[in-house]
């Protein structure tokens, strides 16, 4: 069991920890900001995978993970184009829209890939580190912690800002009433449709940025179906943390530390097989929905496309 | 529901279910050129590989779970339940029948192990699609995350069980013992098509009269047009979720078996056709009429019977027709908006579906002020 | 927080030819009127006849197919609500604008557009206003937990936020108390005093006499006569009453005679069913006791004690949303009671399902007409018989039967008068009247010993409103029981024999309704419940 205390270990833990929980958590806040407009983005999956193969093709071009991010977050709003321009501006339905993003952001990077990649494997190299002097010095959680990519700070930086964003601005209050009543917005003189616009394009950034996080950061690369399911995670973490940034970070990382349980164990001995680890955090948001079931409350408008004078 | 009827209406109808799947290739076309694929080869392709010698037999055999599976979706979806969980369910279905089949057809009658596994696939998606349903019944929670978080596990599950207990001792690869021919579901005489075509067809036709014609269809319609609705004309929600969640969950798993008895005979891990990603626009265009996919899932069946290796020919990969699936669903929203502005044909089905999500309770008052 | 609406008196509002056609309907039809600062400008008309949409041009919700808004002599383009909010038109909508799971403060801050919330000029703000309305409200409270006095008193501040000039109200009392109603008399004077033109639209008389400066009369989109300052303060009530319900009716108002007069609500209601002998009738419906549990958002109601016998009709009133949704599904059996007992006809039903109450007569019309009540998108046929779903003999071991279905369809098509195509016709399409009607035929033919009905005429056009309530009165005339919830006072003086209050889903008083002082009665009951100490 010695093993399971050494500080290298435990600075692996955390350091996968972290790595598990970014890209759930930077898509979750996304949905989140989609969500309490009013937009429920089931494409979010899609808008992940293709955030992650333009972020892992542009660093490849580039070989800087700082514009890799950047492709990342743009392929992301330009996935989410199709949910904004039919859903937000025509009004058709959400769910049909969210699949085909998800169905074709699965197909069209897996052929991309295999078409571009398979026969000479890339590699990105090493990732960008910034060591923050003295904290960075600190055993054991220093090493974890503060010798993370810029880009993990950046990203939480910018979670915290829209935690801020979300509660403290104007902006903040109409994207909320987009959500919760959006003739109450436009009665006020704001714009439903701008600001829906503005959610949804921000949420793909956030999801784009997730998936690249994914491909650059966690996992190092790119390959097909790359995201197994996590753009549903966030949407089901996005459910239960009710529209509070600070919540989605909090799950978010519960899920990291699931995720790392697993490689964890096998370190010390336990052989633990692949598909179980897999299985876990579905199981784990599963067990989740069913205690937590009563509170998982959606914005009243969410799903509803908005129309003056309808209502 | 009411009477349609009028041959210009139902030229229209076909008009728009026709059109997103013309538009989906078309544009499907584009993209291959775009990302330098041979669009002409692949169609080219998907007519000699699907079609051409005896190859209509394979994409008629392919019918046949792909079908059952509409008719799985359809039964939800007329409900206003979106099941979205068919992935994990089919897969439950296959692996009893893979891994349950072959110590049954040890020791009894083919015909009767063959029933017992058909009962024990539908049992098993019925069951696996009781949390999605208790959760959606008692507090409302959204069925689309339920369904899919509980299909991811079932994947788990699967392969899990082909790893282990299902495991073919004679192989080092995870699959199951491969089911003797004479076990399997046997040949339309004069054919290499499974009678598993002619079970799906009748069965589309069964659901077909039940939904339109009969007390039952007419309360599913209530409970998928409004569940206020159906509370107020005294239809209990709760049985109704569960009962339809359990017969769309079991129909998908029965095809997942017929699927295993019929053509694969064996299942190997990590293997997952998604044939319910392509099937449910199919549905759509369909407008929930099980006898109206037949022709909607045969064409798929050429599609993805042919695509395997014309998408290969073309410099693609199959994963290539989700791009196309996808599109016809995009194609299929944005015809029902123009055919909306211009009242050509009917709709797909519920005012409640067409618009969105949850239906938001309105008051007459609310309405166009006049 | 920039004034931009200077508040002159004198100022004038111009609406000159204002036409706006929806498809198969003129909403407005060359409208045109004056309104003038520090005057109060009643605008009345029956359901339909053009108000809302009037204010929503005004508004900027809709845009007029031709005519111009010139205020000052300026014109103006009212191209959306922020426009018209820009120009410091406010205005009150009939239905909440606040969002419910905001805080007082947050709603009112909504639509501003710095880029942070600032909460403590708002607050500022916000206290100036209550101060000119008179009101108090609490700033961090939430908008769901006001009381609809207290809701209405915010959004008017709402509609004044940015510094209004016109500051209209739609419909303002037709969910209050009438000493609510008082109390937004008051607030409507102090606004008018510092130099704001308001405009109420109503469809009562005696509001329009009592707050009102001056008054213009719509009927089906035109603007068919306008009371002036002088002339209506020249009036006696009588007079105005006259002279408004000859531009309000027209033609008709000889047709319509008395009953015009009571439905424009220009004199005290008074009971129209035949008075009966309560004391010796048998009682077709009794609760005792009931609690009622959904575990839904609604107000459930509470420990219900009431009875109603056989030709009679009691009624229920209290402000929207208290509980009355709760008590009618716990008596059709759409909604279990946690405890108590509910007994029909000396039967013990509190475990009977909505099926087997509805065979034994107990029957629904729901206040929601579209959603729950009909399903829109099925025929008027269907829709006829769909509570007698798998019965014979429209159904055959489970297979529909079209004929029989056709044949009662059409019977009760033309006992009821309902205007529909064919049976065939989906039902969503028919208008709101109709539906109303489909619920009515289907819900008291067929064995009907007790009906709950809710709002029954709520949005319904006058003469509809006239024929669903000689319905009900004939239901009970003929020895049908009715368990009527309204929130409209007058409605429910003119239909039941006795009032039970309800609020909080409570019954809070009982009030029987025999002539005099019954509607005072009955606010006092509900404000003691309601409003507290205020």
């Known amino acids: 069991m010695s093993d399971m205390l050494s500080a290298a270990f435990v600075t692996v833990f955390i350091a996968t920890v972290i790595a598990q929980a970014m890209p759930l958590m930077l898509a979750a806040v996304g949905e989140t900001i989609g969500e309490q407009a009013g937009v429920l983005n089931l494409g979010i999956e899609g808008v992940m995978l293709v955030g992650a193969y333009t972020g892992f093709v542009v660093t490849l071009t580039t070989g800087s993970f700082w514009i890799g991010m950047l492709g990342g977050a743009i392929g992301g709003v330009a996935a989410n184009l199709a949910m904004l321009i039919l859903n937000v501006w025509l009004g058709l339905n959400q769910i049909v829209i969210g699949l085909a993003i998800t169905l074709i952001g699965e197909g069209i990077t897996s052929v991309l890939y295999l078409q571009n990649y398979t026969k000479s494997p890339a590699s990105l190299g090493q990732q960008p580190q910034l060591a923050l002097p003295g904290l960075s010095d600190i055993p054991v959680i220093g090493q974890a912690l503060f010798q993370q990519s810029g880009i993990f700070w950046v990203c939480i930086l910018l979670t915290l800002g829209l935690a801020f964003a979300l509660a403290r601005t104007n902006w903040g209050l109409s994207t909320r009433s987009a959500g919760q009543k959006p003739s109450s917005l ?126 | 529901m009411k009477p349609t009827g009028s041959a210009p209406r139902l030229a229209q109808g076909l008009v728009r279910s026709v059109v997103p799947v013309l538009l989906a290739l078309l544009v499907s076309g584009l993209i291959m050129l775009a990302i330098g694929a041979h669009p002409l080869d692949f169609f080219a392709g998907v007519w000699k590989y699907g079609i051409t010698g005896s190859n209509w037999q394979r994409s008629l055999s392919l019918m046949s779970p792909l079908l059952i599976v509409a008719i799985g979706l359809i039964v939800a979806f007329r409900g206003q339940l979106w099941n979205l969980g068919y992935n994990g369910q089919y897969l439950l279905g296959a692996v009893v029948a893979s891994g349950l089949g072959p110590m049954l057809f040890a020791v009894m009658p083919t015909a ?59 192989t080092s690869t995870p699959q199951t013992t491969v089911i003797a021919d004479t076990d399997l579901l046997p040949y339309i005489p004069g054919t290499e098509i499974h009678i598993g075509f002619v079970l799906a067809i009748v069965l589309a036709v069964v659901a077909q009269y039940v939904l339109s014609r009969t007390s039952f269809g007419l309360r599913v319609d209530i409970f998928g047009a409004s569940p206020k609705a159906a509370r107020h004309m005294g239809l209990n929600s709760t049985w109704m979720v569960i009962l339809l969640f359990a017969l769309s969950s079991g129909l998908i798993a029965f095809a997942g078996s017929i699927d295993i008895l019929g053509q694969f005979s064996y299942q190997r891990a990590d293997w997952d056709p998604r044939y319910g990603d392509a099937v449910m626009p199919l549905v759509f265009l369909a407008r929930f009429r099980p006898v109206a996919a037949i022709p909607f899932v045969a064409f798929y069946a050429v599609l993805a019977t042919g695509g395997t290796l014309a998408s290969q020919q073309a410099g693609l990969n199959v994963d290539f027709l989700l791009v196309i699936v996808g599109l016809i669903l995009l194609f299929m929203t944005v015809t029902e908006y123009i055919g909306e502005r211009h009242r050509l044909g009917q709709s797909y089905l519920p005012p409640g579906l067409r618009r969105s999500l949850p239906i938001p309770v309105r008051n007459e008052s609310e309405r166009m002020p006049v | 927080m920039n004034t931009a609406g200077a508040l002159a008196s004198g100022d004038v509002i111009s609406l000159r030819g204002i036409t706006k056609a929806f498809p198969g309907v003129i909403a407005n039809d060359d409208v045109s009127l004056d309104i003038v600062g520090g005057q109060v400008h009643c605008l009345l008309g029956e359901n339909g006849a053009g108000k809302s949409t009037l204010i929503s041009i005004l508004a900027g919700m809709q845009q007029p197919d031709s005519g111009t808004v010139a205020i000052g002599g300026e014109i103006i383009d009212i191209s959306s609500p922020k426009v018209a909010v820009d120009h410091g038109i406010g205005v009150v909508h009939q239905h909440s604008t606040l969002v419910p799971a905001f805080t007082v403060l947050e709603n009112l801050m909504l639509g501003e557009t710095g880029v942070l919330l600032d909460k403590k000029r708002a607050a500022e703000r916000l206290a100036e206003l209550a101060d000119l309305l008179g009101a108090q409200i609490d700033p961090h409270v939430l908008a769901s937990d006001l009381g609809l006095g207290q809701q209405q008193q915010v959004e008017i501040a709402k509609a004044m936020w940015k510094g209004s000039r016109l500051l209209i109200l739609d419909e303002p009392t037709s969910m209050l108390t009438p000493q609510a109603i008082e109390h937004l008399g008051e607030s409507i004077a102090r606004v008018k005093a510092q130099g704001l033109a308001v405009v109420l639209i109503t469809h009562k008389l005696r509001e329009a006499y009592a707050m009102g400066d001056c008054v213009t009369i719509l009927r089906g989109g035109r603007n068919v006569g306008t009371i002036g300052v002088d002339e209506l303060a020249s009036y006696t009530e009588d007079q ?127 206040d929601d007409r579209l959603y729950e009540g009909t399903v829109g998108s099925m025929s008027v046929a269907l829709n006829l018989v769909i509570k007698r779903i798998g019965q014979r003999p429209f159904w055959r071991s489970g297979r529909i039967q079209p004929k029989a279905v056709d044949t009662e369809a059409r019977r009760l098509i033309d006992e009821y008068g309902i205007r529909t195509p064919s049976p065939s016709t989906r039902a969503g399409t028919l208008s709101g009247g109709n ?85 005072e009665k009955v606010g006092q009951y509900m404000t003691g419940a309601i409003e507290g100490t205020d």
């Open chain 3, 240 to 366: 105005a009453r006259d002279a408004i319900l000859a531009a309000m009716f027209g033609d008709d108002l000889a047709a319509a005679g008395d009953s015009a007069s009571e439905l424009a609500g220009a004199a005290e209601a008074t009971l129209e069913a035949r008075s009966i002998d309560a004391e010796r009738r048998p009682v077709r419906l009794e609760l005792r006791g009931v609690t009622s549990r959904a575990g839904g958002r609604d107000v459930e109601a509470e420990d219900v004690t009431l009875t109603v016998r056989e030709g009679e009709i009691l009624g229920v009133a209290g402000i929207d949303g208290h509980g009355q949704a709760a008590l009618a599904e716990v008596v059709a059996g759409q909604r279990s009671a946690s405890s108590g007992v509910v007994i029909f006809d000396g039967v013990d039903i509190t475990r009977s399902g909505v099926h087997s109450r509805q065979q034994l007569g107990v029957r629904y019309v729901t």
């Open chain 1, 186 to 311: 436009d009665a006020a003189g704001g714009s439903v449709m701008r600001t829906r616009s503005m959610a949804v394009l921000l949420s793909g950034a956030l999801a784009g940025l997730g998936g690249a996080y994914l491909s650059l950061l966690t996992t190092a690369t790119f390959s097909p179906f790359l995201t197994n399911g996590l753009g549903f995670i966030a949407i089901v973490i996005t459910m239960l943390s009710r529209g509070r940034i600070l919540v989605v970070m909090i799950t978010s990382l519960v899920y990291g530390l699931a995720v790392a349980v697993g490689p964890a164990l096998q370190v010390v001995g336990f052989t633990v097989p692949a598909d179980i680890i897999k299985m876990l955090p579905f199981i784990i948001v599963i067990v989740m929905l069913i205690v937590f079931a009563r509170s998982s409350v959606v914005p009243p408008a969410l799903g509803a496309p908005y129309t003056r004078g309808a209502r």
């Open chain 2, 112 to 170: 009767l192990a063959t029933i017992i596994v058909f009962i024990v696939a539908i049992l098993t998606g019925a069951v696996w699609s009781l949390i999605p349903a208790l959760l959606k019944a008692r507090y409302g929670t959204n069925e689309i995350i339920t369904s899919l978080v509980m299909s991811f596990i079932a994947v788990g599950v699967v392969n899990l069980l082909i790893k282990g207990v299902f495991k073919d001792p004679g």
């Open chain 3, 435 to 519: 539906i109303q009607k489909i619920l009515l035929a289907r819900e008291l033919t067929n064995g009907a010993r007790l009906v709950v009905v809710n709002k029954p005429t709520y949005g319904l056009d006058l003469k509809t409103v006239h024929l669903v309530r000689e319905i009900l009165i004939d239901f009970a005339a003929k020895g049908g029981a009715v368990l009527l919830l309204s929130t409209d006072l007058d409605e429910l003086i003119e239909l039941s024999h006795r009032i039970d209050v309800i609020s909080r889903g409570r019954l809070v008083g009982s009030v029987v309704n025999d002539g005099v002082g019954t509607a």
